[in-house]
């Protein structure tokens, strides 16, 4: 009798559960696949309100085909996006893994003062120093070039990536290092050969963060690139909605919005265990 | 031989010790130029140029602390950070409010947890333009979802321009960065409630206490720091909000969702007032370093805890 009222709670208390969840789960989905069914459909209905969200009145990539005739296009801002977000994920990833390394292993002079003052810098918002950043590229003879993004966005990750690889390098035990300088390796050698394969999950992780800041970040790309033909794919896409092309085109602007969000989303989904392992390395610490 | 590997090993490693040190100045170099050349010099030339009145083109001149002066006296700047500093609340609250129950309920490995926690995520990573362009069409009075779907559905008599009065306006803004974030902050306080001992809560119970006296003697005192810092990060983010004011709102209507940044944006790179945009960031830049400090002494270690 009470075995099996206990088998009853339990199978309410599931259920509710699980009611609860898949009520939120759509909640937080729903948005996400309104916009991807809507770009498939004719611009025509894209026009309307999206009751449903799919395309009712045959399936089309019209929107796609609009989106790429606006201004220099889709494709040309894709590929800003594509290559900035690229790069800064090279460099940060070459820079922090360095500097992880460097931290890590030697005590030289100064060590601890570069440590904290790379640190230090995500108490200040990069937003209060926008426009000097601006006359430094100009000085540099970076302004207005997609290199110059890409020096910003790679100076943003450093604090929580040389983070991440020092903690990493950290956890490597001393004697293995030890054991290879032994047998003669150099430091490059040890770094690339022994140490690199140790700390891979690190560097996927900040590889990781670094893409979705870049290929995310709106402000600096809004301020820093006044050139049509140098707009990443946020600050195109923000031009488009602003109606800077004539009329608003809602149906294009979720074809953008579902550019700029699917990469997000892949990523994230198959790399989710190092997304994670990032954030609680930041909640921790 | 093991021995005599080890010795010769040691006096190896000890007379080029020192030098070898110093090889960590080169792996750590690329790092400090990049944060010298694009953070600490921009900063201090921040601080200098907030003394100067610095037009676009032409010669700036010193002006000591005249750009300072004139902040006492922008009333729009002083509504911008009242304005900020609002929404940061109501967000902040907004946030906790969804991610909190959202944390709790994903918190133990329960069958389809992991598919849960992973829907919930999902906006998270979505960047706050996509997600501001997103919403920005689900807003609209014409082409969006929710105006016409509540026309439709006879809750409204016509079509309502959200977007057009301030209060729909600034709460549909709440409703997509809470859609946005929320994800983002549940995780961190997972993590908290992971963190508290089981064994802990089972004498509790033993003990005879109830839910909420658990929550409020247990979870809530052993969470503190991952409360400060989801609290710290939340606050943080929030007075430097700028995308989705300047997509969705334009800072509209009627200028009234100008947040900080906005109004400094908008000298800097629209009026082009440089030295007097800086003076505005130097204001900024002390409010959110005091917001670390604090967090610092939030997150401190207390002797015997943790």
């Not at chain 1, 606006?70 to 040309?76: I, M, P």
């Not at chain 1, 290559?83 to 820079?95: A, E, I, K, P, R």
């Not at chain 1, 450093?158 to 430091?187: T, Y």
């Not at chain 2, 979505?126 to 501001?132: D, E, H, P, R």
């Amino acid at each position: 009798m009470t075995e099996a009222m206990s088998q009853n709670r339990k199978a309410a208390f599931s259920l509710a559960r699980h009611s609860t969840g898949i009520i939120a789960s759509v909640l937080f989905l729903a948005p996400i696949v309104w916009t991807v069914l809507s770009t498939f459909k004719p611009a025509q209905e894209a026009r309307q309100p999206p009751l449903p969200p799919w395309p009712t009145t045959g399936f089309s990539v019209e929107n796609y085909e609009t989106l790429n005739a606006f201004g220099d296009g889709l494709w040309v801002s894709a590929q800003n996006s594509i290559y900035v977000s690229v790069m800064t994920v090279l460099l940060s990833v070459l820079v922090s893994v360095l500097a992880g390394y460097g931290f890590s292993r030697f005590r030289f002079p100064f060590r601890d003062f570069f440590f904290v003052l790379i640190l230090s810098t995500i108490m200040i918002p990069f937003q209060s120093i926008l426009t000097p950043i601006f006359l430094v590229l100009t000085r540099l003879g970076l302004h207005n070039t997609l290199t110059g993004l890409v020096c910003v966005y790679v100076t943003l990750q450093l604090p929580f990536s040389i983070f991440m690889m020092r903690n990493a390098f950290d956890a490597v035990p001393r004697e293995i290092e030890e054991a290879a300088r032994m047998d003669g390796a150099s430091n490059v050698t040890m770094l690339v050969k022994v140490m690199l394969p140790l700390v891979w999950p690190g560097v996927v992780t900040i590889a990781l963060f670094a893409f979705l800041g870049a290929w995310n970040e709106f402000l600096a790309a809004l301020v820093l690139m006044t050139d049509q033909s140098k707009f990443t794919l946020p600050v195109m896409m923000t031009a488009l909605q602003s109606g800077r092309f004539g009329a608003i085109d809602w149906g294009a602007v979720q074809a953008g919005v579902t550019v700029m969000m699917v990469p997000c989303l892949i990523l994230f989904l198959a790399l989710q265990r190092f997304y994670i392992r990032g954030l609680m390395a930041g909640a921790v610490k | 031989m093991t021995a005599i590997a080890s010795t010769s090993a040691l006096v190896r490693s000890r007379t080029s010790a020192s030098l070898r040190q110093w090889v960590g100045l080169l792996y750590v170099l690329p790092a400090v130029a990049f944060v010298t050349v694009f953070f600490v010099i921009p900063l201090g030339m921040t601080a200098w140029m907030s003394l100067n009145n610095w037009p676009l083109m032409g010669e700036h001149a010193f002006v000591g602390l005249d750009n300072y002066v004139a902040i006492l006296r922008d009333t729009r700047f002083w509504n911008a950070l009242k304005f900020t500093f609002y929404y940061t609340v109501i967000v902040t609250i907004a946030i906790f409010a969804v991610a909190f129950p959202l944390a709790i309920f994903i918190e133990k490995p329960r069958p389809l947890t992991n598919l849960y926690r992973t829907a919930f995520f999902m906006p998270a990573v979505v960047g706050f333009a996509s997600a501001s362009l997103l919403w920005s069409w689900l807003l609209n009075v014409d082409s969006g979802l929710f105006s016409p779907a509540a026309y439709d559905l006879g809750l409204t008599e016509k079509k309502v321009n959200l977007l057009a009065t301030f209060q729909p306006a600034f709460w549909s803004i709440i409703a997509m960065v809470v859609w946005k974030v929320a994800g983002f902050t549940m995780i961190i306080l997972m993590t908290g409630l992971q963190s508290i001992p089981q064994d802990l809560q089972e004498a509790a119970v033993i003990d005879g206490a109830g839910p909420f006296a658990r929550f409020r003697a247990i979870t809530l005192p052993l969470m503190r720091r991952t409360l400060a810092l989801a609290l710290i990060l939340s606050v943080a983010g929030s007075i430097l909000a700028f995308d989705q004011f300047y997509i969705i709102l334009r800072g509209g209507p009627r200028n009234q969702t100008l947040t900080a940044v906005y109004w400094i944006f908008n000298q800097s790179f629209v009026s082009f007032k440089l030295g007097y945009g800086a003076a505005l960031s130097m204001v900024l830049l002390a409010i959110l370093v005091a917001l670390s400090l604090i967090q610092l002494w939030l997150l401190r270690r207390p002797e015997g805890l943790d």
